[in-house]
């Protein structure tokens, strides 16, 4: 089966017309970083993402692959999720969009560098203070991997990505 975006899942999953409520059938998975309901689904191309479902209610959705495969990569993008709800980086776009078509990530594009940089920062000292120095170390070496290509379209490089979890985490001055 081909990967699917992110986008089209939440599409056929939180459709209003569904009888189901949302999420409902839905895999999820303990979330030790926050309150917030997180489903674990297979075939996603993105390793986790964070929205509202059809009600306006935050979720997290992260590819099972990546929580099964790189449990201590999965600490961090847990933990980076959770700080997009926290921080409402999500309520904000959402907030800020409303309902503009096809081109909100237009609208949003300019922000996505802070608000990436802000949720790394945020899941880095998260985990720092849960001891859980694997997740800020496998986050690190997933930026690196990208070098100084950016990690995503309108993201910050994997190398400025890596500086600010350090930074973040106190391991770096």
Do not use: W
Not at 87 to 106: I, M, R, T
Not at 135 to 164: C, Q, W
């Amino acid at each position: 089966m081909a990967a699917l975006p992110v986008a089209l899942v939440v599409f056929l999953v939180f459709q209003p017309s569904s009888p189901a409520r949302a999420g409902r059938f839905l895999p999820e998975v303990d979330n030790p970083y926050c309150d917030i309901r997180t489903y674990k689904l297979r075939g996603v191309e993105e390793q986790a993402s964070s929205m509202t479902d059809r009600l306006g209610r935050p979720v997290i959705v992260v590819n099972a692959m990546t929580l099964r495969d790189q449990p201590s990569y999965s600490r961090f993008l847990l933990a980076h999720e959770c700080c997009h709800h926290t921080l409402g980086h999500v309520a904000n776009a959402k907030k800020g969009l409303g309902h503009v078509g096809p081109q909100a990530f237009y609208y949003i594009a300019p922000e996505l560098k802070r608000m990436e940089l802000e949720a790394d920062c945020c899941a880095a000292r998260l985990l720092r203070e849960r001891h859980e120095d694997d997740g800020i170390d496998a986050g690190s070496v997933a930026m690196a991997e990208f070098g100084d290509k950016p990690t995503g379209a309108h993201y910050p490089t994997g190398l400025e990505r890596v500086d600010n979890i350090r930074r973040c985490a106190g391991l770096d001055p």
